[in-house]
């Protein structure tokens, strides 16, 4: 079994993100895309990873790139998170592939999604992502 057939194999019940290498296995129950960002700022070593997850847009796939995941899956893929893992060479498969990740109330685009629009640079994506997550939990 491969690292991404195990971690898709672990994305059940209430885990919404699941890290696979070898016998290292990392498992959040937290939304959107808290778990990379809590993983990064820690500095947790995840190059040569494989990830699967609940939804995967452009703001989660620029996370893995930073990161260095090798493969990613998403039970639900936006189109721009599968063209900047392509473009990245990660290895990326998903269930659903859609348009845009929808914001949770359901009116209008997700507002992690709308922080990287037009950001390219995943570097400077992370910074961006963690001060709108810093910005959202003060509302």
Do not use: W
Request: charge should be positive.
């Amino acid at each position: 079994m491969t690292d991404l057939e195990r971690a898709k194999e672990l994305l059940t019940g209430t885990a919404t993100c699941v890290l696979v290498k070898g016998d290292t296995v990392y498992s959040s129950r937290k939304s959107g895309i808290a778990p990379m960002l809590d993983y990064l700022g820690a500095g947790v070593p995840l190059h040569g990873f494989s990830a699967a997850d609940r939804i995967v847009g452009k703001a989660a796939a620029m996370l893995f790139v930073r990161a260095g995941i090798s493969a990613v899956y998403g039970e639900v893929m936006s189109k721009a998170g599968a063209e900047f893992l392509k473009v990245h060479g990660v290895d990326c498969s998903y269930g659903t592939l859609t348009e845009i990740i929808i914001n949770r109330i359901g009116t209008g685009m997700c507002p992690m999604e709308q922080t990287v629009r037009e950001i390219d640079d995943y570097h400077r994506a992370f910074g961006a992502l963690s001060a709108k997550r810093a910005f959202l939990r003060k509302k």
